[in-house]
């Protein structure tokens, strides 16, 4: 049997004053639950079909290769007793090496690169596995408060069978030097937890002349639960 345990200390608070526009988009009133039917927690269906073959590889352009350090992502997406969870669509979006997103208002004065779009998508296999190819992302300043820069990071999305079935959250770096003032790192609660929002340097699958490799396996829930945006049932 499943056993389902508190887990509200291992997610950031939807107001919190070190992060500042939060303020300003967290929800004001209660939370209202609405009942899913059926069809909200049946389908759509995520199939080998709706990803294309080349999704997972962030590198590669219309006219080459993106710029910067070639890095392989990967890991598994759990339930909190190991279980594998299988058919998740993993989605990730991040800045290019420059620290720039292809984002319109994007101002930071890095170069953009016009062959990296910063977005991919992968399912996860029968063993809750993914693997992404793509481009370490750089550091970049943001107006948060005075000298405030984000460490480089990758976002991430999983969608479970449905569209409502859905847990944002973001993947760190090891010994980044910025994780002492950065908001979205610092809200977690428990420390422990913080610290699982950061991978782990993995040299046995980094390739030879390729890429470096870097493994973070995703926690749904439970005492080991990966960090998300908005706490979850």
């Known amino acids: 049997m499943t056993r389902f345990r ?3 200390e291992s ?3 939807m107001d919190y004053a070190g992060y500042k526009s939060t303020a300003l988009r967290h929800p004001k009133q209660p939370l209202i639950a609405l009942p ?3 069809t909200e927690v049946t389908g759509p269906v995520f199939g080998d079909d709706r990803v294309g073959e080349h999704d997972h590889d962030l590198t590669q352009g219309p006219g080459g290769e993106a710029v910067g350090q070639r890095i392989i992502v990967h890991g598994h997406v759990k339930e909190d007793d190991g279980r594998p969870v299988p058919d998740t669509l993993v989605e990730i979006w991040q800045a290019n090496a ?3 997103y292809r984002h319109q208002v994007d101002r930071w004065p890095s170069p953009l690169d016009p062959n990296f779009t910063g977005a991919g998508r992968t399912l996860t296999d029968k ?3 993914f693997r992404f190819l793509t481009i370490k992302p750089g550091a970049y300043p943001w107006r948060n408060h005075p000298n405030a820069w984000r460490p480089a990071h990758i976002h991430f999305s999983l969608f479970g069978r449905a569209f409502t079935q859905r847990l944002v959250t973001q993947m760190y770096f090891p010994d980044d030097p910025l994780f002492f003032q950065d908001p979205m790192y610092n809200s977690i609660r428990d420390e422990r937890a913080a610290k699982r929002m950061v991978s ?3 040299y046995e699958s980094t390739e030879d002349h390729w890429a470096l490799a870097y ?3 995703i926690v749904l ?3 080991e639960a990966t960090p998300t945006e908005e706490p979850h049932a």
């Open 98 to 100: 420059g620290g720039r």
């Open 221 to 223: 829930r439970g005492e």
């Open 215 to 217: 493994r973070w396996d």
């Open 36 to 38: 899913h039917r059926l």
């Open 6 to 8: 508190d887990d509200s």
């Open 11 to 13: 997610h950031p608070p």
């Open 200 to 202: 782990a340097f993995d």
């Open 127 to 129: 063993d809750g596995y």
